[in-house]
């Protein structure tokens, strides 16, 4: 139970954090969203090692959990969030968390095959009812009549960076179908493949906290390495404040999202970890509601999926 726990914490952290970067999206972009992210989660993580004394055991992580940690790492933190982002700024936070729900399968399969765990016809139907709950909630391609922000895409040209984004009545927000659902599939695969691999590190050596920081070390220096790239220094610096406050408060959010995934895997299988991890579209219909009320999709559906989503996490707790 204490496993599940975390879990749920962890899906609430990450549903706040879907919330406050769809709202940091309105002003910046999902480059910007990613140095501030990941970069700045290694000093977090850093402290976190210290306080829980994971840090002093450093010799205790073997070469084989070292190469499953960073593998991890650049699969969820670097390719898989990068995917997300993009969805998000595609779709909305609401309208992408069915997409990213086709990560439970993915992560399931692989667990039973490799990882020899088993799934009884009580844990199906409570993953199904999770799955089914988001996928209520999609709704068509239609411009949001009340929204007053503009969608804030990653730059397709260098004219975006010093492009002000207008705070208009009258403009909608019009989903780009095409790019949320080809980033939200990227996404369900890397968020598929990453827990398994979390997983098989931590079998490995039992450091979550510390393991989480050497994930968070490989991505950051995938992402900071790239500052070589022409333009990249330039996205940082035509970054807007209201942007990197809320892409702060995002890093905060899933700073302890992922601490709490971590420790969720270290003492809880895969096939319950990873289901009540994609109920993290429930709570960010929740944060959305105050944060982004106006740049998301709310409707009767978005209701029903909530409940049904709750069904399902409670079925596969019990």
Not at 115 to 136: A, C, D, K, Q, R
Not at 198 to 222: E, F, M, R, T, W
Request: with cysteine; net charge positive.
């Amino acid at each position: 139970m204490v496993g599940v726990l975390f879990a749920l914490v962890s899906s609430a952290s990450f549903g706040f954090n879907n919330a406050a970067v769809r709202r940091g999206f309105l002003q910046g972009t999902v480059t910007q969203a990613m140095y501030v992210t990941v970069v700045l989660g290694v000093p977090l993580f850093l402290i976190a090692a210290w306080v829980t004394g994971e840090i002093f055991e450093i010799s205790g992580i073997n070469v084989r959990g070292y190469i499953f940690f960073i593998a991890a790492g650049v699969t969820h933190f670097y390719a898989g969030r990068y995917f997300n982002y993009r969805s998000i700024a595609a779709l909305g936070a609401n309208r992408s968390a069915p997409i990213r729900n086709m990560a439970i399968p993915v992560s399931i399969v692989i667990a039973v095959i490799v990882l020899g765990e088993h799934l009884t016809s009580f844990m199906i139907l409570g993953i199904v009812l999770i799955m089914v709950g988001p996928f209520i909630i999609f709704e068509s391609n239609k411009p949001e009549q009340n929204n007053k922000y503009p969608p804030s895409n990653d730059m397709a040209s260098k004219n975006h960076l010093n492009q002000q984004i207008p705070n208009t009545e009258k403009k909608g927000f019009v989903p780009n179908q095409k790019e949320g659902y080809i980033f939200g599939v990227l996404t369900s695969i890397a968020y598929g493949i990453s827990p398994i691999l979390v997983k098989s590190a931590l079998q490995q050596s039992d450091l979550p906290v510390l393991g989480c920081l050497i994930s968070y070390i490989s991505a950051s220096s995938v992402i900071l390495f790239s500052l070589i790239l022409p333009g990249r220094l330039e996205v940082l610096r035509s970054m807007k404040p209201a942007a990197t406050g809320w892409f702060l408060v995002g890093t905060v959010a899933v700073f302890f999202a992922q601490m709490f995934r971590y420790i969720a895997l270290s003492i809880a299988p895969v096939t319950i970890v990873s289901p009540l991890q994609r109920t993290s579209g429930i709570f960010a219909l929740f944060f959305a509601y105050f944060i982004n009320r106006e740049a998301e999709s709310f409707s009767f559906r978005v209701i029903l999926g909530i409940f049904i989503a709750i069904i399902g996490s409670v079925i596969l707790v019990i």
